[in-house]
């Protein structure tokens, strides 16, 4: 188990390459959490010096410190990784990522905001552990991202992909309904490829209609 470390300020404010009056300024704007104290000293540690490098990340991304302080609160007060996957259930073929703060930043160039993440952590996509974000499937960030690189705004993703969910959960509802009426509940996994290919298959064809009017 490694030793949780902690440092003084001006020793957490070295190792940031930052100075301590800088410091105490994040501080004041609460984009750090509070330090633990012991009388009259306060101590930092992995976790804050983790924060000020995402916060040096950002700001070189071009993010002023108000957003950065809202971003900090949305992290701070999102859905955990724990409850996240209590929401879903462990994914069975959905790969977790994680990612720090500006590794997010960098895949939604300019479209992670506080409203956009509340959204994302809503529809159950993001959690945090610690420092890190948490995205439920790796497919599912790829193709967000790839549509935001498109020009495509995450907002109006984000939104198509709460209306996705719905269809969704209709379509295994219906599937699951079928199966049941002449199987048993262990049928629902090992048949679940046949209702992928046939939703696979009708959205191939529903596109192919679409591009034909």
């Known amino acids: 188990m490694t030793e949780k470390r902690e ?5 957490l404010a070295g190792l940031a390459g930052i100075t301590v009056r800088t410091l105490r300024f994040y501080r004041e704007r609460k984009l ?3 330090p633990r104290r012991e009388g009259r000293i306060a101590w930092y540690d ?3 010096l983790a924060r000020l490098r995402t916060i040096a990340a950002l700001l070189e991304r071009g993010h002023t410190l108000n957003g950065i302080a809202e971003l900090a609160d949305a992290f ?16 069975t073929e959905e790969t977790p990522v994680r990612l720090t703060p500006e590794e997010l930043a960098a895949r939604f160039e300019g ?13 159950g996509y993001l959690g945090t552990d610690g420092d890190e974000i948490v995205h439920i499937s790796r ?11 498109e020009g495509i705004p995450l907002a109006e993703v984000l939104r198509a992909g709460a209306r996705v969910r719905e269809h969704a959960d209709a379509l ?3 599937f699951a309904e079928m199966v049941l009426r002449h199987g048993a509940e262990e049928d629902l996994q090992r048949l679940r490829p046949l209702a992928r290919s046939v939703v696979e298959a009708e959205l191939s064809l529903a596109l192919d209609r679409r591009l034909q009017r």
């Open 172 to 174: 295994a509802d219906l």
């Open 7 to 11: 440092y003084r300020m001006e020793e």
């Open 32 to 34: 750090l959490p509070p």
């Open 46 to 48: 992995d976790h804050h």
């Open 76 to 91: 701070d007060h999102g859905r955990e990784v724990g409850d996240l996957l209590g929401y879903f259930g462990e994914p």
């Open 139 to 149: 497919r599912l960030l790829d193709v967000s991202s790839a549509l935001v690189r």
């Open 111 to 123: 479209e992670v905001t506080p409203e956009n993440l509340a959204a994302a952590m809503d529809l």
